[in-house]
């Protein structure tokens, strides 16, 4: 059984290319469970609770700790869930949306996700696939002026996610991939 995680983060409900291209990609993959998650819907930012919360031990959390971290837990479970993640990525003023960056900063949690050691951070989610559906009116994709897609790459792979294709243009979507 072959489950997806598909984070949806273009402000465009209709005539979205990454919303499409996912369209394509989950099709092609048919998929036993699919996970929705659609970013626009709000993501909650980070702030000193949650910083606080996150550095406590689980046992040793508020309810207000337990209620900051609700959101970033049942995104993490998400993933932890999922074999494959399928992100889409609008490129908006060179970057990542600004609830895609949310959404990172969510799921990038130390001993969770990822954890430091002595030769360097090593991320957690490994054995995962991801594809990243790149979509941009000016921006060429892994161009100079492109911040967005070396960033979502970067982040995938510190926590652990290394096997990455991203898909740029619809001709891209393979009739079936191999899960």
Known sequence: MNSL????????????????LLDGLENSLAPAEIIRRDLTAGVPLINDVWLAARDTPADRRTDAQRAALAWSDAAIDEI???EIVAIGLPVYNFGPPAVLKAWIDQVARPRVTFRYTRDGP????TSKRAFVAFAAGGTKFKSEIDFAAPSV???????????????????????????
């Open 5 to 20: 995680l598909r984070v949806d983060a273009s402000a465009r409900a209709e005539g979205s290319r990454t919303r499409a």
């Open 80 to 82: 932890n869930r999922a």
């Open 122 to 125: 090593v991320g957690l989610l």
């Open 153 to 179: 790459e970067h982040i995938l792979g510190f926590v652990g996610i290394r096997d990455v294709t991203f898909l740029h243009d619809e001709a891209d979507i393979p009739r079936r991939v191999a899960a």
